[in-house]
């Protein structure tokens, strides 16, 4: 648990829920974590909780569809640890509306964030790593990018287009060292879908399509995590790693 010793961590989308759980797995291998998102609060209660365990941290907010935030975010990591050594593109919006009711202002707003803040993040960092000859880029995904589902056109479009987005990076920068790849969870159970899980019909429905037939734990996320960010990954690039239970594959 302390391969990450002296790396430096960029993950966005890092306040809450799966976000912050690799983070602050991040953080417990040894690595430097700065995290962004919108809310302050929440970052920097990661940094106090990172602390207290006796690891440095960074709490940046961002709007990472922002060109300028995004800019800054980097500059700070930077101005702060040296450098980058990982980027965890993890921000991210869902919208679940039929797509002859989705305005075009909603779906604009899940593709800036979810692709949009992807491209913008990888670039910043991207710059960086390629100067330094190596880096690990984990970009998040979702089943949905490989999978029908009603109601999610906009998600799923801008998942599956992250997974696109990881295969051409990892062929464009593998000259420098820089692996890139993705994870791409289905149903975790976290606090962002705490109403979902309390509504019993619905959630009994959610685990029958899943053949584990639960959610995954957050903790289950970590060891993903830790293996694209360290060096067991160094020979693996462009792959997008699916963990849902089996739910995309039944």
């Avoid at 569809?65 to 930077?78: F, G, H, P, Q």
């Avoid at 707003?109 to 880096?135: D, K, P, W, Y």
């Amino acid at each position: 648990m302390s391969e990450l010793t002296g790396k430096v961590a960029v993950v966005t989308g890092a306040g809450r829920g799966l976000g912050r759980v690799m983070a602050m797995a991040l953080s417990e291998a040894g690595a430097h974590v700065v995290v962004a998102s919108r809310t302050r609060s929440e970052l920097e209660s990661f940094v106090e909780e990172a602390e207290a365990q006796g690891r440095e941290s960074l709490a940046h907010p961002c709007d990472i569809t922002d060109e300028a935030s995004v800019e800054s975010l980097v500059t700070a990591a930077i101005d702060r640890f040296g450098t980058v050594d990982i980027l965890v593109n993890n921000s991210g919006v869902v919208s679940t509306v039929p797509l002859v009711d989705q305005s075009a202002e909603d779906w604009d707003r899940v593709i800036a964030t979810n692709l949009r803040g992807v491209f913008l993040a990888t670039r910043a960092v991207g710059r960086r790593m390629v100067e330094q000859g190596s880096g690990k880029v984990i970009n998040v995904s979702s089943n949905f990018s490989i999978m029908g589902v009603a109601n999610h056109a906009a998600y799923a479009a801008s998942k599956a287009a992250v997974s696109a987005f990881t295969r051409s990076m990892s062929i464009e920068w593998a000259r420098y060292g820089i692996q890139v790849n993705a994870l791409a969870p289905g149903y975790f159970a976290t606090e962002l879908n705490r109403d979902l899980r309390e509504d019993t019909e619905v959630f009994n429905k959610v685990v029958r399509a899943v053949p584990a037939r639960r959610m995954g734990e957050p903790d289950e996320i970590k060891p993903w995590a830790l293996l694209l960010a360290g060096p067991a990954s160094d020979f693996m690039t462009g792959e997008t790693i699916v963990i849902d239970g089996g739910q995309s594959v039944r």
